[in-house]
């Protein structure tokens, strides 16, 4: 009688209980993640691509919605007839942005991490309460504060005129509040007392140790603050009654309300909307670097 061996197989036992456990549906799962982020994309690009494709278009084809359609592009020659409107009033209105929204935002973000600082290293009477008040400015809108600011204007005497416009936009409450919070994280007081312990003055302090540790935070109120100015529209509207003195929202916005009786303005406002974005792609794409300086610098000793 001859007994047959069976090779012991190579697969481990099953588990008690793993034949019944139901397998977690990640493939199911990812591809849920990335459909909705492709969504999103979408819907965040769609409306980019159509003012690309609408900016090349004439008037015909932007009344007879062929915004989109793939031929009859004439973007040279929309962006001639920008140029040659009103005298080339559309640059100047260009020009008035880049002068508020630049400057603007450089003095701003100055103004507010020299606030933040002062703030997170100086100890002075009533310094929270201060710090308090700067926060319920943070909850008050722009918008309910440009009557008060149009009558103040007007017993300066500077109603309808640059400054009008300038000035406000170097006070921004939430840039304070959030240069507060870099410099709390990025600036610390060792560093302070070695280079007072050094000879350097306070001024001197600020300007070469504690404004360079915070760059990253300058930068981020830098971004918001030129953000805000340039798409700033309802203090424009308020201050100004002289075109040459509008930025680039409210001079789209003055054409934008004439194309019913001169429907020719429908291209150059759609055109002009088109290099209005650029500034703005222009500043986060060269400026994030600093971001990523400012993430990455806690982790170097």
Sequence with gaps: MTTTATRPSSAPPDRPGRANRPRRPWTLSKAAVNGTL????????????WLLTASAKNTADLLGGNALGADNFQLGRNLSDLASTGDGIYFRWYLNSLLYAGIGSLLCALVCVAAGYAFHVYRFPGKEKLFGLVLLGVLVPTTALALPMYLLASELGIVNTFWAVFIPSL???????????????????????????????????????????????????????????????FLPLVMLSDNRLFPVSLGLFSWNAQTKAFPEYYPLVITGSLLAVVPLVLAFVLLQRHWKAGLTAGSVK
């Design 171 to 233: 006070v921004n409450p939430f840039g304070v509040y959030l240069a507060r919070v870099f410099c709390a994280g990025y600036v610390p007081n060792e560093v302070l007392e070695a280079a007072r312990m050094d000879g350097a003055g306070e001024l001197r302090t600020f300007w070469s140790i504690g404004l360079r540790m915070v760059m990253p935070g300058f930068v981020t109120v830098l971004l918001f603050q030129f953000t805000a100015i340039w798409n700033n529209f």
């Design 38 to 49: 492709v969504l999103a994309t979408v819907y965040t690009l769609w409306p980019l691509g």
